[in-house]
């Protein structure tokens, strides 16, 4: 595992960004494991600005997102379709119809699991999985439970992770209480992990699942298991790891 703090935003966004373009710029045709949340918003404004800058094309690459919110339509502005389109994939060259995202509208959810999991086995390996950290250690939207799901699976969302994404929510609006995410044999399968954390808010969940015990009360604490584990941490984030 490598763990790097940065004492900036901008500096860390770079970084983050930096790995992706490198992987993109070594295999145009990388697989990408993209996230959502508030903390990529930097690194794919900084993707945009090194596609603006002619130093990367996305035109040959594949996209698999972790996660989509069960009932919200990808016109949505809370969906993650929507974030998606609107953070990144307008601005630069990918091919739309390489771009995969879970749909949180499927009459038969069980089965848009499956189709997920066999178009992500059909792409090969994810090169590169993006990942950030809930509160309570999820990734996607794996949420702490006694048995982790491996493949595209369907959570009930933890009420901290419905209160922590409310902000994103106008007022009145309920955080849907379900999701389809990417389960973790899927993520600890992607070829590199690049897990990025920022904030005091998360100090204490970054410390648990980096160096706490391995257990899927914290999903993020399997990352550990990956052999190539990159962590980009903020000094808040990063402030009570040894
Ligand atoms: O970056 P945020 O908004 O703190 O969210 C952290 C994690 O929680 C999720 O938004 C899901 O709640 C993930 O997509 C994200 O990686």
């Known amino acids: 595992m490598n763990i790097i703090t940065f004492d900036s935003e901008a500096k860390l966004n770079e970084a983050a960004a930096r790995i992706i373009t490198g992987i993109v ?12 949340g508030g903390t990529p918003v930097g690194i794919y404004k900084q993707l945009v600005h090194d596609y603006n800058e002619g130093l990367v094309s996305f035109k040959k690459v594949t996209t698999f997102n972790l996660d989509e919110y069960v009932g919200l339509a990808p016109d949505h502005h809370q969906s993650y379709s929507y974030y998606m389109r609107e953070n990144l994939f307008n601005h630069v060259d990918v091919d739309a119809s390489r771009t995969n995202i879970p749909s949180g509208l499927a009459s038969d959810l069980v ?33 702490p439970e006694e048995e982790l799901s491996s493949g595209t699976h369907v ?18 609006e309920q955080v849907p209480s379900q999701a389809i995410t990417m389960g973790v044999g899927t993520i600890l399968k992607a070829k590199t992990l690049l897990l990025v954390v920022k904030g005091k808010d998360k100090a204490e969940i ?37």
Do not use: W
């Open 25 to 36: 710029q070594t295999n145009p045709s990388a697989v990408l494991g993209l996230a959502t």
């Open 155 to 172: 959570v009930e969302l933890a009420e901290e992770t419905k209160q922590a994404n409310a902000r994103f929510f106008s007022e009145g």
């Open 206 to 242: 970054v410390k648990r699942a980096l160096t706490g015990p391995i257990t899927t009360d914290v999903p993020a604490s399997l990352l550990q298991t990956h052999p190539q584990l990159t962590v980009l941490v903020d000094q808040a984030a990063g402030s009570l790891l040894p």
């Open 111 to 143: 089965e848009e699991c499956s189709r997920y999991d066999q178009l992500i086995q059909a792409a090969g390996r994810i090169d590169i999985q993006l990942l950030g950290l809930g509160h309570n250690g999820h990734i996607g939207f794996n949420e």
